[in-house]
Structure formats: structure tokens, C-alpha cells
């Protein structure tokens, strides 16, 4: 079967940290862009980093710049989302996306999707 699946959510208090994990199952990730992406409750889904094929060139919105860290393993077929200082807008649902056109400002055609991860952010 050909998936990705999202793990590594949870709730956690403001200024910690979580890394999420989204691993693929029945092909290849590393000829894929991967993206993540976040909707909160009653907004828009929402790009948040993209990490290249080729050379894994990254990409980060403004609003997790300088907080989260995107990056991958093709040994374990696995991309990461290490988030720091995490903030209470930060909650939302986390998914990960694959692209072979690579990383195009979170738009375009994915080829796969993953189910999500909750990521809450409270004290």
C-alpha cells in the first residue's frame, strides 16, 4: 500500500518542543519533495516547510522560521519536523505531502498525503 503516515504529535507546553515523523510506505520518498502542512480549526490549511529531493533545499513559512527544523532520512524513507519553542498558535493538525514537481510555495499536485497528527500547544 502506498502511504505516508504522520506520527509524533501531541500536547506539549508552551516553549517545548516536539518532532514530528512522516514515514513512507510502498515507494521511494526520495524523489519527492515533501511539504508540511497545518490546519487549525476554522482556518485555512496552511503551508509550512517543504524540504527538496535533489539536494534538500528547505523551505520555511515566516510564522515557524527560525523555530522549526525540516529534514530527511532516505535510509529510513522518513521526513522530519523538529518544531522548538512552540507556541499555542502552532495548534493545529499537521499533515505531510509528497510532490514529484518539488517544492513550489506549497501549491501545485501532491502525489500522496498523509492522515495527520494533532499537535497541540497548551499549558
Known amino acids: 500500500q502506498l502511504q505516508l503516515v504522520e506520527s509524533g504529535g501531541g500536547l506539549v507546553q508552551p516553549g517545548g518542543s516536539l518532532r514530528l515523523s512522516c514515514a513512507a510506505s510502498?515507494?521511494?520518498?526520495?524523489?519527492?519533495?515533501v511539504d508540511w502542512f497545518r490546519q487549525a480549526p476554522g482556518k485555512e490549511r496552511e503551508g509550512v516547510s517543504c524540504?527538496?529531493?535533489?539536494?534538500?533545499?528547505?523551505y520555511y513559512a515566516d510564522s515557524v522560521k527560525g523555530r522549526f527544523t525540516i529534514s530527511r532520512d532516505n535510509a529510513k524513507n522518513t521526513v522530519y519536523l523538529q518544531m522548538n519553542s512552540l507556541k499555542p498558535e502552532d495548534t493545529a493538525i499537521y499533515y505531510c505531502?509528497?510532490?514529484?514537481?518539488?517544492?513550489?510555495?506549497?501549491?501545485?499536485?501532491?502525489?500522496?498525503w498523509g492522515q495527520g497528527t494533532q499537535v497541540t500547544v497548551s499549558s
Open positions: 505531502a509528497a510532490t514529484s514537481n518539488g517544492c513550489s510555495g506549497y501549491r501545485g499536485i501532491f502525489d500522496y
Open positions: 524540504i527538496s529531493s535533489r539536494d534538500a533545499s528547505t
Open positions: 510502498g515507494f521511494t520518498l526520495d524523489y519527492y519533495a
